[in-house]
């Protein structure tokens, strides 16, 4: 007897300009009846950014996005990493009137702390040394468009009255410049932390947090919209086969059970991965073969993973600004003041927290000469 199989046939190359109703879907029958988009102009502009599915979940953030796209208001992307943040952000500007001006895209995390300020400004020539030409920052490149700052609770806090001042007031200088430049960029922000207790902790400005809190978006884990996962699957399969130029014509029952029941602590982009890698493995096969696949759940993170409690959050954050200080608390480049706190108080949260030099050369770095004596404290700067 044939196992029950999802047939794909030709695996439709327009498949990112369809959705599927999947109401009545069971772990053993996944068959879909498919509806054109054009009798829904949400849901065609949202699949051609490859927003696929039609949970309730995903419908209401595709709706938020809908809303707030007319206007210029500030929007903050929130969920788990690999939930789509981007692809909703991207799906905002496209369906304002801005959209046909650029989209910026800047990972906050992407280049090292003390580049971040040039590459958001600008600079000019001679500002610093290696700064051999001028350079337009993402402010001024996305001016007229959008801009979208990802991993917005790791923006240094010596940084973020300077993104507080363009967001009310629409204005910066290149470094290097005295010269005030307007900017008409809609900005957008997306994070996977808690910026409550960034906030609480003293590493996230609470002006800058309801600054940007203006139009929140929270956007579910995959695990919260599994009926979502067949047509994901299908889009995949899809993509990944015509890259690869080979054919799959069905998706046993079996694996897509299987795929549906799993937890996916990376979501959409971590599902991505795993069909295309099934896709690589089903070469010279008409269906999908399912390698293993990983076995941990949403709360079996690797120790690399992102602490969850405030006080964990508050030690990453210190330990980040005395390893960026050279273990010097005091001072106008002292931890303290990237900090945005008093020295008494970053001196009591240490001691609450257990920080030392000990952290610190855990961590890889190393304190000044006058911190290496076995009773020496970054305190003491």
């Known amino acids: 007897m044939n196992e029950p199989s999802t047939t794909l046939g030709t695996l439709d190359?327009?498949?990112?300009?369809?959705?599927?109703?999947?109401?009545?879907?069971?772990?053993?029958?996944?068959?879909?009846?498919?509806?054109?988009?054009r009798r829904n102009p949400t849901g065609s502009a949202a699949a051609a950014?490859?927003?696929?599915?039609?949970?309730?979940?995903?419908?209401?953030?595709?709706s938020l996005a809908q809303s707030v796209a007319s206007t210029n208001a500030v929007v903050l992307l929130r969920g788990e990493t690999g939930t789509g943040k981007e692809r909703?952000?991207?799906?905002?500007?496209?369906?304002?009137?801005?959209?046909?001006?650029?989209f910026v895209k800047f990972n906050c995390t992407a280049v090292p702390a003390g580049l971040l300020e040039s590459e958001l400004v600008?600079?000019?020539?001679?500002?610093?040394?290696?700064?051999?030409?001028?350079?337009?920052?993402?402010?001024?490149?996305?001016?007229?468009?959008?801009?979208?700052?990802?991993?917005?609770?790791?923006?240094?806090?010596?940084?973020?009255?300077?993104?507080?001042?363009?967001?009310?007031?629409q204005e910066f200088e290149r470094l290097g410049s005295t010269r005030t430049i307007r900017t008409d960029a809609r900005i957008m922000a997306a994070t996977n932390r808690p910026l409550e207790d960034l906030v609480d902790a003293g590493v996230f400005r609470a002006d800058l947090y309801y600054r940007l809190n203006v139009f929140p978006i929270e956007l579910p884990p995959l695990r919260d919209r599994r009926e979502d996962i067949p047509p994901l699957v299908r889009h995949f399969a899809a993509e990944h086969t015509r890259k690869l130029g080979t054919r799959i014509e069905s998706i046993p029952a079996a694996?897509?059970?299987?795929?549906?029941?799993?937890?996916?602590?990376?979501?959409?982009?971590?599902?991505?991965n795993a069909i295309h890698r099934a896709v690589i493995l089903s070469r010279g096969s008409a269906?999908?073969?399912l390698p293993p696949l990983d076995g941990r759940g949403k709360g079996d993170r690797s120790p690399a993973a992102q602490p969850t409690t405030l006080e964990a959050v508050t030690r990453v954050h210190i330990l980040a600004a005395l390893r960026e200080a050279t273990g010097v608390v005091a001072g106008p480049q002292?931890?303290?003041?990237?900090?945005?706190?008093?020295?008494?108080?970053l001196h009591s949260k240490m001691q609450r927290l257990g920080i030392g030099p000990a952290d610190l050369a855990a961590a890889g770095s190393s304190l000044p000469r006058a911190c290496a004596g076995p009773s020496a404290s970054p305190l003491a700067h």
């Open 49 to 62: 950014h490859g927003i696929l599915g039609e949970s309730v979940a995903l419908r209401e953030v595709v």
């Open 122 to 169: 600008g600079h000019e020539r001679g500002a610093f040394t290696g700064a051999v030409v001028q350079r337009i920052g993402r402010f001024e490149l996305a001016h007229g468009g959008t801009l979208l700052l990802d991993e917005i609770g790791d923006l240094p806090p010596e940084l973020q009255p300077k993104l507080l001042r363009v967001l009310e007031e």
């Open 287 to 289: 269906t999908l073969e």
């Open 255 to 272: 694996v897509m059970d299987a795929l549906v029941r799993h937890p996916w602590p990376g979501n959409v982009r971590e599902l991505e």
């Open 13 to 37: 190359a327009d498949w990112t300009t369809t959705t599927s109703d999947l109401s009545g879907i069971t772990a053993g029958s996944w068959a879909t009846e498919r509806r054109s988009a």
């Open 88 to 102: 909703i952000a991207g799906l905002i500007h496209a369906l304002s009137t801005r959209g046909d001006r650029r």
């Open 334 to 345: 002292g931890a303290a003041a990237r900090l945005g706190l008093k020295r008494s108080t």
